[in-house]
């Protein structure tokens, strides 16, 4: 059987099963939910609103034996940037979606306004839509233990808590991981998408199903082995990530003076050392838990851990650097478990870590609490949030809305998102990135990182501009072709610098669908999505004047290398000559 | 010969056995490259990844000076 597009209209509770049009067959992962979102959704539709759509993509390869290939993306207009977005999770999905044969789902429509929220169960050519007045209210590891009472644990789950369930901007959709904990499909605020839809919670069950066929198998599984060895011997995905998890990040890029302290007042932190992945690791050993976690079945990198308290209970997993800096480095908090803590919260209620840590910052700034005070941090993440409370409304509207709010003018935003743990004027690749890319403020789109403090695909001077929008701009290319695939961003670091690991991976995609794709192909694939996202945001009304960096960035000098943010409107704008 | 004092970090796997922060004396004209023989740091088992002296990154033979912060990486990665 091919694969189907799953069709699901909130309005009439109906669904359809539909073929594959043919233009969508070589799509995967965020080219076809970009794809489908600039085709199917109005670029000035209101994102909460009735002709918003929801459109969840398993990658190319996810599904089959490939080493790290189980991604789900999501897409949909976002309502935090106003823009076209993707946001792609771990988790147990996209290998259920793909055995299942779903080459999308796509959810549209909202239903009558009443107090009702849905849930949404997906099995063999059939969908059911039904009230779940149960689990409203409460928060995702409870609505996750209900659907795994009932359905067993190989189902797939995607949930909202209440943040979601109240359309906040900062909340986000949970996605079930192996373990049974939670991933989540974190920015752009497509937690308030699905809580417009009032659905509270999907599940997919693929039964028996193995849709996954290869058209090579043989050569499917030698390129697998190349492409898993590429992973397992590079340093970073075989060694660092495994060993510290991302967190390792701290001191490096605090070394570097590039870490956002003190809401981006200084690119050092004096809290490094506590924050850092190696004193995670250290706590791991001491206490118990794991260093090594995957966050989907197939990892072979493991970078995620099991975090325990000082009495060797479990608080939490996925304790991600993005996270531990966003309320360490960013909001002040010098404690280790005290952020462990609220990671965990923040998984239940379902919200995002970085534009979460970032809003705190910008709170403080605004004197609405003080920097660094984890306690009050808790008591409106439990409290004041889930009761949508004017306070947790304030909160839950991001940092943009915040700065707007209290009058501040250091607001690190691009596009109204969040800036992740990494300074632009000190890492200034990365800046490019920050404001080029159709997603607004976001680390992955393009990981200059790698090149400009890691030395992985060489070195680029992070504090000079030479050559930073070409880094930039050939980094989104490959990395929005990678987001196709259902791959994990890390198999970056071996693609970087190991030429053996990307035409194993294009291998795998040509003997999984029987293709001819070259290196070629897969960059202009990587081209075409970022034009036809830049496309989308163009007719949103996102132009020239939102690709830039906050107005502070370019008169404060940030310490220790009194680094300021210098590129020219022309210099940017030339990111889309090509 | 005049010795200067300068302070080492080390990161990662290079803190096994080792230190994580020190002040060290060395000869005036110690490279980097020297500094790593000398604190005998695992680089056949990690080889070195990024070299950072006060927020700049360097390579193996610039000559330390006194003060200098020196901080040595394995190849590390995450985001």
Redesign the interface.
Known sequence: MADKIYRVRMNDLSFSVEDVPKEWLGLGGRGLTSTIVAAEVDPECHPLGPNNKMVFAPGLLSGTAAANSGRTSLGAKSPLTGGIKESNSGGTSAGIMAKLGVKALIIEGLPEEDDTFYHIHVTKEHVTIEPIPELVGKENFEVLDTMLERYGRKVAVFSIGTPGEQRMLISNISVKDPQGKIRSLGRGGLGAVMGSKKIKVITVDAGDSKETYLADAATFRAANKAFTKALKE????G???P???????V??IN???GLPSMNFRYGTSENA?ELS??HVAENIQERGGKTTHGCHAGCVIQ?SQVYNDKDGNYVTSGF???MIWAFGANYGIDDIDTIAHIDHIMDDIGVDAIETGVTFGVAAEGGMLPFGDGEAVIKILTEEIPNGTPTGRVIGSGAGNVGKLYGVVRVPVVKNQGMPAYEPRAIKGQGITYVTTPMGAD??AG?A??TN????GG?I???KKEGQVELSRNLQIASAAIDSTGMC??VA?PALDDPACLPALIDMINARFGAELTGDDVTNLGKNILKLEHAFNLKAGLGKADDRIPEFMKYETLP??DAIWDFTNEEIDAFWDF | MAEITVTV?L???Y?EGKF?VEQRQYPEGTTVGEVIAETGIAVDR??I??M?IN???VEEDRILEAGDTL?L???????
Request: charged content about 20%.
């Open positions: 590079n340093p970073i995905s060694e660092g990530l060993a510290f998890g991302t967190d390792i990040l001191n490096i070394e570097a003076g050392e992945g190696e970078c991600e650097y993005e680390h992955t990981y990182v790698a403090i890691l030395n992985s070195h001077d992070p504090l961003i890390f670091f220790p290398h | 970090k990161f990662a796997q803190r994580k990690y080889p990844g990024v950072i927020g700049r990154h901080a990486f394995p190849k590390v990665g995450g985001g």
